[in-house]
């Protein structure tokens, strides 16, 4: 897939706004503050309905503003499509495609896009509530019964915490019993999504010769017998899905506490290498890959890796100069 217009309204830093972009590579430019990592941030918010930077929509509003809207004409699989999305403040987001209402759930597969930013090492080091925001994101463009079971679980788990503010066990049923049901259903999609996602950074690594490349390590929480007391005392809901653990291994240490940022660095690409791949499987088209910063970040040779693994029919670059490297083989794009 790829993105030839794009078009912001009251997006952060943007009035309003449209780029021409190009097939091949795309490079931004501008003075720290123009807005580049804004413009990207937009495109992955197009995609996935989430923002990689804040879990509140409403951040993404420009400052005074009700309403925000990302367009954008994109070539896929069928030709020309028209994809936009709309967030008005109190009724959320809405999204459509040539002009028609559809879920979420439609676009995710339908719009892929794959960012690696500076911010990805950070969750990688960090802890379990940001990778469970990012594999929450990522699992919902690879599967959409995942977004759908999401949505239910949350809900459910509303109510169940809602009974539990009230004290007592009055009201407590059935939602135990509908959030564990649901709870499961999610731990499966995530196992299954660690596991494929383990094999594909097994076959990246070994194509770039990375001996012990880092491992994903999930620790579900589960209800258990005691959980019932446990809530009760806490007043909320002290086990499910919200509170998994996931960590990133460094040759089985956890990168939390021993990595270095070098390490968290080199597992973020091969996490965002390996997504991409995954992304272009479900979908049947090369997802457009956003790369944040990477001058900044990555050193030439980890960059010339990224390309050799992403075969991307289109790629986003933002850089504050343009880089030698890309002189004249880049669609380059000025902001000030
Ligand atoms: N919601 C918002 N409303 C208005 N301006 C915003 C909003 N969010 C961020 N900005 C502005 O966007 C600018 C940062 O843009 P960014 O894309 O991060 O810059 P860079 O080019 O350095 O990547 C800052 O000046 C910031 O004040
Ligand atoms: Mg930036």
């Known amino acids: 897939m790829w993105i030839d217009l794009l078009q912001l309204i009251n997006f ?5 706004r449209s780029f021409r972009l190009k097939e091949g590579t795309n490079l931004i430019t501008g003075p720290n503050g123009a807005g580049k990592t804004n413009l990207l941030e937009a495109i992955l918010f197009a995609s996935t309905t989430a923002s990689h930077r804040t879990s509140g929509n409403s951040k993404l509003l420009r400052e005074g503003e009700e309403a925000f809207s990302v367009k954008a004409g994109a070539f896929g699989r069928k030709g020309r499509f028209r994809v936009e999305v709309v967030y008005r403040k109190g009724s959320g987001t809405k999204v459509r495609v040539n002009s028609s ?4 759930e439609s676009l995710l597969a339908g ?21 469970r925001r990012m594999f929450n994101i990522n699992i919902c463009q690879l599967c959409p019964r995942y977004t759908a079971g999401l949505i239910k679980y949350r809900r459910a788990l509303q109510e169940r915490n809602t009974a539990l503010k009230k004290g007592g066990t009055a009201g407590l049923e059935p939602w135990t019993g509908i ?31 990375l001996e012990s490349p880092p491992e994903i390590h999930y620790r579900p929480s589960r209800y258990r017998e005691s959980s019932l007391e446990k809530d009760i005392e806490a007043g909320f809901t002290t086990w499910g899905p919200h509170r998994d653990i996931f960590i990133f291994l460094e040759s089985g240490r956890n990168m939390r506490d021993t990595g270095s940022r070098g390490q968290a660095r ?24 956003l790369m944040d910063d990477v001058f900044s970040e990555l050193d030439p040779e980890k960059r010339r890796l990224v390309a050799g ?8 670059l933002t850089a504050a100069r343009p880089p030698e490297e890309l002189e004249g083989k880049a669609n380059v794009i000025r902001l000030r």
């Open 12 to 16: 952060r830093s943007y009035g309003k």
């Open 101 to 104: 209402p559809v879920k979420r």
């Open 111 to 131: 719009f892929p896009a794959v960012m690696f930013s500076p911010e990805d090492i950070d969750v990688v080091k960090g802890p379990p509530s940001g990778l």
């Open 179 to 209: 959030l564990r049901k649901y709870s499961e259903e999610l731990t499966g999609e995530r196992k299954r999504f660690l596991e494929r996602l383990g094999r594909v950074m097994r076959e990246v690594a070994e194509e770039i010769g």
């Open 266 to 289: 080199m597992a973020a690409i091969l996490y965002r290498v390996s997504l991409w791949r995954m992304l272009r499987e479900s979908s049947g088209t090369e997802p457009v890959f």
């Open 309 to 316: 693994c992403v075969s991307a029919r289109q790629t986003l």
